[in-house]
Nanobody, 121 residues
Framework: QVQLVESGGGLVQPGGSLRLSCAASGRIFNIDPMGWYRQAPGKERELVATITSGASTNYADSVKGRFTISRDNAKNTVYLQMNSLKPEDTAVYYC???????????????WGQGTLVTVSS
């Protein structure tokens, strides 16, 4: 069974930085794409950023210029570097991956358990 394990959340002051990590484990042939979503209290889950195996990226307008997504294909790990954090970035951040377990299999969408990011003074 494939699992996504996130780390790196926590409390940070406005203007500060955090780096989230998400590692996929289990039987994996390839992952494409990987990404981050977030859900703030009382709001729907929204896209933050995605990255393909070829390193093509996509960002929500609200985080462009502040967040950077990257991945290590050899480690099946995706990162989210968050700079210039704002209180409105407070949310549970979820890792997302579309995983193929073998070359003949279909892609399956997998979610992490979420990690809380709180931006507050």
């Amino acid at each position: 069974q494939v699992q996504l394990v996130e780390s790196g959340g926590g409390l940070v002051q406005p203007g500060g930085s955090l780096r989230l990590s998400c590692a996929a484990s289990g039987r994996i042939f390839n992952i494409d794409p990987m990404g981050w979503y977030r859900q703030a209290p009382g709001k729907e889950r929204e896209l933050v950023a995605t990255i393909t195996s070829g390193a093509s990226t996509n960002y929500a307008d609200s985080v462009k210029g502040r967040f950077t997504i990257s991945r290590d294909n050899a480690k099946n790990t995706v990162y989210l570097q968050m700079n210039s954090l704002k209180p409105e970035d407070t949310a549970v951040y979820y890792c997302n991956a579309h995983i193929r377990r073998e070359i003949t299999a279909l892609y399956v969408e997998v979610w992490g358990q979420g990690t809380l990011v709180t931006v507050s003074s």
